[in-house]
Nanobody, 121 residues
Framework: QLQASGGGLVQPGGSLRLSCAASGFSFDRYAIGWFRQAPGKGREGVSC????????FYANSVKGRFTVSRDDAKDTVSLQMNSLKPEDAAVYYCAATRRLYSELETEYNSWGQGTQVTVSS
C-alpha cells in the first residue's frame, strides 16, 4: 500500500514537500506517479518517475517548479513543490504501476489515500 503525506496550507510562492511511503510490495520494481484533483475537476497527472533508469515526467503546468525523486532504500518517493500557485491547490495522490514507466493514469493500479495541498494567502 501507499501513504501520501506532507500536504498543508502554504502561501503563494511557498514550498511543500510531499512524500509517498510504500509497504507490502517490491517498491523498486514499480514506477510511481503523482496525480492531483482539484474541487470540481478531473484528476490530472503531475509527475512520474520510472522504476529504473531515472526517467521522469512533469506536467507542463509544474515544470521547473516541482521535482520528483525516489529513495528505494527507504521505499519512498518525494515531490518537492516550489513556487506554489493557487492553481496547484488540490488533493495529491501517489500511485504505483508495475510498468517500468507510465504517464497514463489508467495504468496505475495501487493508490494512496491523498494529501490536501492548499495554496492561499
Amino acid at each position: 500500500q501507499l501513504q501520501a503525506s506532507g500536504g498543508g496550507l502554504v502561501q503563494p510562492g511557498g514550498s511543500l514537500r510531499l512524500s509517498c511511503a510504500a509497504s507490502g510490495f517490491s517498491f523498486d520494481r514499480y514506477a510511481i506517479g503523482w496525480f492531483r484533483q482539484a474541487p470540481g475537476k478531473g484528476r490530472e497527472g503531475v509527475s512520474c518517475i520510472s522504476s529504473v533508469g531515472g526517467r521522469i515526467f512533469y506536467a507542463n503546468s509544474v515544470k521547473g517548479r516541482f521535482t520528483v525523486s525516489r529513495d528505494d532504500a527507504k521505499d519512498t518517493v518525494s515531490l518537492q513543490m516550489n513556487s506554489l500557485k493557487p492553481e496547484d491547490a488540490a488533493v495529491y495522490y501517489c500511485a504505483a504501476t508495475r510498468r517500468l514507466y507510465s504517464e497514463l493514469e489508467t495504468e496505475y493500479n495501487s493508490w494512496g489515500q491523498g494529501t490536501q495541498v492548499t495554496v492561499s494567502s
